[in-house]
Protein backbone atom coordinates (compact mmCIF):
# COMPACT_ATOMS: atom_id res chain seq x y z
CA UNK A 1 0.00 0.00 0.00
CA UNK A 2 1.42 3.38 -0.70
CA UNK A 3 1.24 6.22 1.81
CA UNK A 4 0.31 9.31 0.24
CA UNK A 5 2.62 12.63 1.28
CA UNK A 6 0.34 14.53 4.37
CA UNK A 7 -0.15 17.39 1.35
CA UNK A 8 -2.40 15.49 -0.29
CA UNK A 9 -5.22 15.61 2.96
CA UNK A 10 -5.11 19.63 2.93
CA UNK A 11 -8.33 19.55 5.63
CA UNK A 12 -6.35 17.12 7.86
CA UNK A 13 -3.10 18.97 7.27
CA UNK A 14 -4.95 22.17 8.74
CA UNK A 15 -6.65 20.53 11.13
CA UNK A 16 -3.33 19.37 12.38
CA UNK A 17 -1.83 22.78 12.63
CA UNK A 18 -4.72 23.98 14.27
CA UNK A 19 -5.13 21.22 17.00
CA UNK A 20 -4.26 22.87 20.57
CA UNK A 21 -1.67 19.69 20.60
CA UNK A 22 0.76 21.85 18.51
CA UNK A 23 -0.05 25.05 20.03
CA UNK A 24 3.37 27.08 21.43
CA UNK A 25 3.30 26.72 25.06
CA UNK A 26 2.67 29.77 26.80
CA UNK A 27 6.54 31.27 27.65
CA UNK A 28 7.16 32.36 31.26
CA UNK A 29 8.63 35.80 31.64
CA UNK A 30 12.30 35.44 33.49
CA UNK A 31 13.05 38.81 34.22
CA UNK A 32 11.94 39.90 38.19
CA UNK A 33 10.93 43.49 37.89
CA UNK A 34 8.96 46.23 38.84
CA UNK A 35 6.87 46.21 35.66
CA UNK A 36 4.64 44.12 33.46
CA UNK A 37 2.94 41.32 35.58
CA UNK A 38 4.46 42.48 39.26
CA UNK A 39 3.64 46.24 38.26
CA UNK A 40 2.81 48.25 41.24
CA UNK A 41 -1.27 48.11 39.69
CA UNK A 42 -1.12 44.58 39.88
CA UNK A 43 -3.72 42.59 40.83
CA UNK A 44 -4.74 38.49 41.73
CA UNK A 45 -6.78 38.65 38.34
CA UNK A 46 -4.27 40.08 36.71
CA UNK A 47 -1.65 37.45 37.30
CA UNK A 48 -4.31 34.66 36.67
CA UNK A 49 -4.75 36.24 33.37
CA UNK A 50 -0.90 36.35 32.87
CA UNK A 51 0.06 32.99 33.81
CA UNK A 52 -3.16 30.93 33.43
CA UNK A 53 -5.54 29.84 36.24
CA UNK A 54 -4.17 26.46 36.51
CA UNK A 55 -0.77 27.81 37.36
CA UNK A 56 -1.57 30.41 40.32
CA UNK A 57 -3.22 29.83 43.81
CA UNK A 58 -4.01 31.57 47.14
CA UNK A 59 -1.37 29.97 49.79
CA UNK A 60 -0.46 31.10 53.20
CA UNK A 61 3.08 31.98 53.44
CA UNK A 62 5.31 32.83 56.33
CA UNK A 63 7.22 36.40 56.72
CA UNK A 64 9.19 35.75 59.43
CA UNK A 65 9.05 35.39 63.03
CA UNK A 66 6.38 33.14 62.66
CA UNK A 67 3.94 35.17 61.17
CA UNK A 68 2.29 34.39 57.44
CA UNK A 69 -0.08 36.19 55.37
CA UNK A 70 -2.17 35.18 52.61
CA UNK A 71 -0.09 35.68 48.97
CA UNK A 72 -0.94 34.25 45.55
CA UNK A 73 1.70 31.86 44.40
CA UNK A 74 2.58 31.48 40.60
CA UNK A 75 4.07 28.37 40.02
CA UNK A 76 3.87 26.38 43.55
CA UNK A 77 5.12 22.98 42.42
CA UNK A 78 7.96 23.87 40.24
CA UNK A 79 10.79 25.64 42.49
CA UNK A 80 12.61 26.97 39.64
CA UNK A 81 9.38 28.96 38.28
CA UNK A 82 7.76 29.89 41.74
CA UNK A 83 6.74 33.19 42.65
CA UNK A 84 5.08 34.46 45.84
CA UNK A 85 2.92 37.79 45.56
CA UNK A 86 1.84 39.36 48.74
CA UNK A 87 -1.03 42.17 48.94
CA UNK A 88 -0.76 45.45 50.67
CA UNK A 89 -4.56 44.63 50.00
CA UNK A 90 -4.57 41.26 51.20
CA UNK A 91 -8.44 40.81 51.57
CA UNK A 92 -9.32 41.77 47.54
CA UNK A 93 -5.29 40.59 46.37
CA UNK A 94 -4.28 44.17 44.54
CA UNK A 95 -1.28 46.17 45.03
CA UNK A 96 1.34 44.43 45.62
CA UNK A 97 3.79 44.82 48.66
CA UNK A 98 6.45 42.18 47.96
CA UNK A 99 7.19 40.01 45.02
CA UNK A 100 10.06 36.90 45.97
CA UNK A 101 11.43 33.75 44.72
CA UNK A 102 13.51 31.31 46.58
CA UNK A 103 16.42 28.58 46.30
CA UNK A 104 16.41 26.76 43.37
CA UNK A 105 14.87 29.74 41.36
CA UNK A 106 15.50 30.59 38.12
CA UNK A 107 14.16 33.90 38.15
CA UNK A 108 16.81 37.04 37.84
CA UNK A 109 16.57 40.89 38.39
CA UNK A 110 17.26 43.34 35.53
CA UNK A 111 20.47 43.61 36.43
CA UNK A 112 21.37 40.05 36.62
CA UNK A 113 21.07 38.96 39.85
CA UNK A 114 20.37 35.32 40.37
CA UNK A 115 19.63 32.87 43.06
CA UNK A 116 22.76 31.14 44.04
CA UNK A 117 25.17 34.02 43.42
CA UNK A 118 28.20 35.00 45.59
CA UNK A 119 28.03 37.85 47.83
CA UNK A 120 31.12 39.29 45.96
CA UNK A 121 29.52 39.19 42.87
CA UNK A 122 26.56 40.90 43.73
CA UNK A 123 28.89 43.26 44.69
CA UNK A 124 30.34 44.07 41.28
CA UNK A 125 26.95 44.13 39.97
CA UNK A 126 26.00 47.04 42.67
CA UNK A 127 29.37 48.73 42.12
CA UNK A 128 30.35 49.48 45.70
CA UNK A 129 29.64 47.55 49.16
CA UNK A 130 26.44 47.36 50.79
CA UNK A 131 25.61 46.37 54.06
CA UNK A 132 23.69 43.49 54.98
CA UNK A 133 22.31 41.48 58.53
CA UNK A 134 24.52 39.35 60.19
CA UNK A 135 23.64 35.44 60.37
CA UNK A 136 21.93 33.32 62.99
CA UNK A 137 18.72 34.61 63.66
CA UNK A 138 15.18 35.40 61.62
CA UNK A 139 16.32 37.74 59.14
CA UNK A 140 19.67 36.33 58.80
CA UNK A 141 21.95 37.65 55.51
CA UNK A 142 19.11 40.41 54.51
CA UNK A 143 20.63 43.18 52.65
CA UNK A 144 20.00 46.58 54.57
CA UNK A 145 21.29 49.53 52.26
CA UNK A 146 23.03 49.22 48.96
CA UNK A 147 24.87 52.65 49.97
CA UNK A 148 23.17 54.37 46.55
CA UNK A 149 24.64 51.90 44.19
CA UNK A 150 23.84 50.76 40.99
CA UNK A 151 20.79 48.09 43.25
CA UNK A 152 19.20 50.82 45.23
CA UNK A 153 15.89 51.78 44.41
CA UNK A 154 15.11 54.67 41.76
CA UNK A 155 12.68 56.77 42.45
CA UNK A 156 9.87 56.13 42.01
CA UNK A 157 10.97 52.24 42.04
CA UNK A 158 10.22 49.26 44.38
CA UNK A 159 13.26 48.51 45.94
CA UNK A 160 15.49 45.09 45.57
CA UNK A 161 16.34 43.17 48.97
CA UNK A 162 18.06 39.92 49.00
CA UNK A 163 18.83 37.23 51.89
CA UNK A 164 22.42 35.54 51.78
CA UNK A 165 22.41 32.45 52.84
CA UNK A 166 26.08 31.35 54.62
CA UNK A 167 27.67 28.59 53.40
CA UNK A 168 30.92 27.79 55.08
CA UNK A 169 31.64 27.70 58.59
CA UNK A 170 34.18 30.72 60.34
CA UNK A 171 35.48 31.67 63.44
CA UNK A 172 34.69 35.05 62.34
CA UNK A 173 32.32 37.08 64.97
CA UNK A 174 28.78 37.76 62.36
CA UNK A 175 25.99 36.70 63.85
CA UNK A 176 23.01 38.63 65.15
CA UNK A 177 21.36 42.20 64.14
CA UNK A 178 23.71 43.96 63.01
CA UNK A 179 24.97 45.47 60.00
CA UNK A 180 27.85 44.64 58.42
CA UNK A 181 29.84 45.65 55.17
CA UNK A 182 29.51 43.07 52.27
CA UNK A 183 32.87 43.58 51.50
CA UNK A 184 34.13 43.02 55.67
CA UNK A 185 36.52 40.13 55.56
CA UNK A 186 34.60 38.12 58.45
CA UNK A 187 31.51 37.96 56.27
CA UNK A 188 33.15 37.18 52.79
CA UNK A 189 35.26 34.41 54.78
CA UNK A 190 31.04 32.73 55.47
CA UNK A 191 30.96 32.58 51.56
CA UNK A 192 27.48 34.07 51.40
CA UNK A 193 25.05 33.16 48.69
CA UNK A 194 22.02 34.41 47.49
CA UNK A 195 18.92 32.19 49.48
CA UNK A 196 16.37 34.64 48.42
CA UNK A 197 15.00 37.62 46.10
CA UNK A 198 12.33 40.31 46.73
CA UNK A 199 11.36 43.39 45.14
CA UNK A 200 9.33 45.43 47.56
CA UNK A 201 7.04 48.57 46.89
Same mark, same amino acid.
Not at 27 to 37: A, D, K, Q, V, Y
Not at 72 to 100: G, H, N
Not at 155 to 178: K, M, N, P
Given at each position: ????????????? $?M??????????? @??P??? @??S !?????????????? $???? &???T? %????? =?? &? @???T??V?? *??D +?????????I?? +? #???? *?????? !? *? &???? #?T?????? =???????? $?????P?????? !????????L????????? +????????? #??? %? $??Q?????? &? @?????????????? +? *?V????????
Amino acid at each position: MRFRHPAAFPLLA $TMLLASPAHAAPR @ETPHIL @ECS !GPFARNATHQSIVK $TFGA &GNVTV %QKVGI =GE &G @ETVTASVIF *PRD +KARRVEVLWIDE +K #RRRK *PSEIRV !G *P &GSRW #RTAQGVTV =GMPLADVE $TINGKPFQVYGF !GWDYAGTTLDWQEGALAA +KSGHCALQL #RFD %Q $TAQTDADIV &G @ERSFSSDDKGMRSA +K *PVVEEMSLRF
